[in-house]
């Protein structure tokens, strides 16, 4: 059975900061690409950031390019979600999903399995 457990998430005034672990089980993670994806109350799930099996290869919403960064780590199965200079914004869940490919995916639809997530708000 697949398991991917976030951790991480508060409240974090903004211009502060958040990294965001993604802990997987039961699927071979180092086959697999991540991503992670919010969501505010009422409002449709959005991406965030995605990474490839080896790391090698990322991708970033625009809204988030320059700020937040994705790595992972194989040894540990795990993927991080560095949120740095974060902006005041209505309070979301962040989770991070898994797809049995090698290549980044953008789409939320294209991934196979996902966490419960973690909850984010950012103060003014």
């Known amino acids: 059975q697949v398991h991917l457990v976030e951790s991480g998430g508060g409240l974090v005034q903004a211009g502060g900061s958040l990294r965001l672990p993604c802990a997987a089980s039961g699927l071979t993670f180092s086959n697999s690409a991540v991503g992670w994806f919010r969501q505010a109350p009422g409002k449709e799930r959005e991406f965030v950031a995605t990474i490839n099996w080896s790391g090698t290869s990322t991708g970033y919403a625009d809204s988030r390019k320059g700020r937040f960064t994705i790595t992972r780590d194989n040894a540990k199965n795990t993927v991080y979600l560095q949120m740095n200079s974060l902006k005041p914004e209505e309070p979301a869940v962040y989770s991070c999903?898994?797809?049995?490919?090698?290549?980044?995916?953008?789409?939320?639809?294209?991934?196979?399995?996902w966490g419960r997530g973690t909850q984010v708000t950012v103060s003014s």
């Open positions: 999903a898994a797809a049995r490919t090698y290549t980044r995916v953008l789409l939320a639809s294209d991934y196979d399995y």
